[in-house]
């Protein structure tokens, strides 16, 4: 039975988040064991990728210190994986350490489903397309592998201060 393909799909259903990969076994989450995680609130700064930038974006999430407590992985980075097919990677560096967030608010609502809820990833000091909307977990991996848009030209890294968009950037 896949605990995986019910989906975050809403409050009251056994639904789940899940850490997999490099780790002895998945860290799995129903969406009312995850919502029991302690929260963060932030305010940030986030960079699409065209050009935009929004200031002082408000959100509520579990910190992705908080899913990869206790874990022990010789892994070096992240796959984030979205209901619908869309994947990101990041190094593990860049979601540890108070930088990144599986958001559920914005301004104080629940994160409206065009912009990625019940749940998104919350990358702000990278490029946007880095935030997975609809995210439903994380895999470690010890290499670096492209997602999405990074197999379609985008930067594997996408650092806005140095304006890395696409590849060679
Ligand atoms: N699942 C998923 N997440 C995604 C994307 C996507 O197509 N699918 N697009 C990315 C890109 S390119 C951007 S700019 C932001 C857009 O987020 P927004 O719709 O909340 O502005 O989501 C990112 N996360
Ligand atoms: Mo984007």
């Given at each position: 039975?896949?605990?995986?393909?019910?989906?975050?799909?809403?409050?009251?259903?056994?639904?789940?988040?899940?850490?997999?990969?490099?780790?002895?076994?998945?860290?799995?989450?129903?969406?009312?064991?995850?919502?029991?995680?302690?929260?963060?609130q932030v305010t940030k700064d986030i960079h699409?990728?065209?050009?935009w930038t929004k200031l002082d974006t408000a959100w509520?999430?579990?910190?992705?210190?908080?899913?990869?407590?206790?874990?022990?992985?010789?892994?070096?980075?992240?796959?984030?994986?979205?209901?619908?097919?869309?994947?990101?990677?990041?190094?593990?560096?860049?979601?540890?350490?108070?930088?990144?967030?599986?958001?559920?608010?914005f301004d104080g609502?629940?994160?409206?489903?065009?912009?990625?809820?019940?749940?998104?990833?919350l990358?702000p000091?990278?490029?946007?397309?880095?935030?997975?909307?609809?995210?439903?977990?994380?895999?470690?991996?010890?290499?670096?592998?492209?997602?999405?848009?990074?197999?379609?030209?985008?930067?594997?890294?996408?650092?806005?201060?140095?304006?890395?968009?696409?590849?060679?950037?």
């Amino acid at each position: 039975m896949s605990f995986i393909s019910r989906g975050f799909r809403g409050k009251h259903r056994d639904t789940d988040f899940v850490l997999e990969g490099e780790i002895d076994e998945p860290k799995k989450w129903t969406w009312d064991e995850f919502r029991k995680l302690p929260t963060e609130q932030v305010t940030k700064d986030i960079h699409c990728v065209t050009k935009w930038t929004k200031l002082d974006t408000a959100w509520t999430g579990v910190s992705v210190d908080t899913i990869l407590e206790g874990v022990d992985t010789a892994a070096e980075y992240v796959v984030a994986f979205s209901y619908g097919g869309y994947t990101t990677n990041l190094p593990l560096e860049d979601v540890t350490g108070g930088k990144a967030w599986v958001a559920f608010e914005f301004d104080g609502q629940p994160l409206h489903p065009e912009h990625g809820g019940p749940a998104r990833l919350l990358v702000p000091h990278l490029y946007f397309w880095k935030s997975a909307k609809w995210v439903r977990g994380l895999r470690l991996v010890n290499e670096d592998q492209p997602g999405f848009w990074e197999s379609n030209g985008y930067n594997m890294y996408g650092d806005p201060w140095r304006e890395q968009r696409y590849w060679g950037d």
